[in-house]
């Protein structure tokens, strides 16, 4: 592969105050070793066009806020090196199925509304527990095997970019929120099922999936929303057919009485909350 | 919650047209192997095999069966189609309505038909 010294960014521009429709500009900036997507469009602000607007932070795939539809791919722009695009033509627009703020800032607020929606925390009866705990919910290493994958996601949209039903249909709450209230109904400390079916059973589930797998494909965190999407289906039909087993939440670990601090090993500072 | 029914509905209906669909698979197209079905001569499709079949009351329960089961299936698919399309809640009111009464239609139509079927069968 060659590596050219220079690279051509083709950006999708947007000003809603200018009134014009979006449209493409192409900026050629130099190219180092290394340099990612992100480096690139922080160049271009700097050197050739300030006006430009995304959304990033933490620069290194933990934020999830710089994704991007980048060579016709959702992905991360601090996470996409140009050289490795291999393309003397880079294609940077905001995230498909979103509608655009400015420039390449995507409006994430109905993915996130989806997401509060389908409840993504823990559920119990015993919520005083989960507010002032008295000890550890208790876990067994193969019952956190059921959801530690999805916990990976850092709701960067990807997959809701990538998803050929969010295209179409605006009912349909899509694979991260989804994922995440399975990774919820998975979880043998939460005994949130009920609350969340009130909306998975509606037409905003799982239903409208078509398998595409696209979500899981395009994930940078390597979360496999589809999969979780598809056991979400497989919970709710045997839920329907009343042969869904409703675990009960894990008991509280008491906490232990006869252990005594190893010397040298300093208390733990007060909780500041 | 109708999501939640509807769709599992739509999987046990899946279920039965593979297997009301395998049995006529099994009886139309696969006679030279299995032969089943077929009391008056080797070939599924003569004249005495078809009534045969017309007269037994299974088969005109699976054909009814098969006929429900195929027509929520399919037009379960078709009004998702339909829904992906973006309509409306006026329209998905109007759709769920011709779908459910075309459906219903067709069925009440086919029933008629694997049951007259049956009865004329019965008296030759």
């Known amino acids: 592969m060659t590596t050219p010294d220079t690279v051509t960014y083709r950006l999708r521009r947007y000003d809603p105050a200018s009134g014009q429709p979006p449209a493409w500009e192409d900026i050629t900036i130099p190219v180092t070793p290394g340099m990612t997507v992100l480096d690139g469009l922080k160049v271009i602000k700097e050197t050739a066009s300030p006006t430009l607007a995304w959304r990033s932070s933490c620069r ?197 009485t006869e252990i005594k601090r190893r010397e040298g090993v300093p208390e733990a500072p007060a909780p500041t909350l | 919650m109708r999501d939640q029914r509807l769709w599992t509905w739509h999987l046990a209906a899946g279920a039965i047209i593979l297997v009301l669909l395998g049995l006529h698979m099994i009886i139309m197209h696969l006679d030279v192997l299995v032969g089943i079905f077929n009391p008056g001569s080797p070939h599924p499709t003569d004249w005495v095999n078809v009534v045969a079949r017309a007269k037994a009351g299974f088969f005109t329960f699976s054909y009814i069966v098969l006929l429900g089961a195929a027509l929520f299936h399919g037009l379960y698919g078709f009004r998702n189609i339909l829904f992906e399309l973006g309509p409306g809640a006026e329209l998905k009111k109007a759709l769920n309505v011709v779908l459910t009464l075309g459906g219903l239609g067709l069925f009440a139509f086919g029933t008629w038909a694997a049951w007259a079927a049956g009865a004329l069968a019965r008296t030759l």
């Open chain 1, 60 to 256: 290194m795939g933990v934020c999830g806020s710089c994704g991007m539809f980048i060579n016709g791919r959702p992905q991360l722009a601090c996470n996409t090196q140009i050289k490795e695009l291999g393309t003397p033509v880079v294609t940077v627009a905001p995230l498909p199925n979103f509608r655009i703020i400015r420039d390449l800032v995507p409006d994430l607020r109905p993915m996130f509304d989806a997401h509060a929606a389908l409840m993504p925390h823990i559920i119990r009866d015993d919520m005083t527990e989960v507010f002032e705990p008295t000890g550890e919910f208790l876990q067994t290493p193969e019952e956190l095997e059921h959801f530690l994958q999805f916990t990976y996601c850092i709701k960067c949209g990807c997959c809701m970019s990538a998803c050929p039903t969010m295209a179409t249909d605006p009912a349909y709450s899509g694979p991260m929120p989804l994922a995440q209230a399975h990774r919820y109904n998975a979880d043998s400390r939460d005994g949130g099922f009920g609350s969340r079916r009130r909306v998975l059973a509606t037409e905003k589930g799982p239903w409208k999936c078509h398998y595409a797998g696209e979500c899981s494909q395009v994930c940078p965190k390597g979360v496999d929303p589809a999969r979780a999407i598809q056991l979400m289906k497989r919970q709710l039909v045997f839920d329907y057919l009343k042969l869904f087993k409703h675990p009960c939440p894990s008991k509280v670990a008491p906490k232990p």
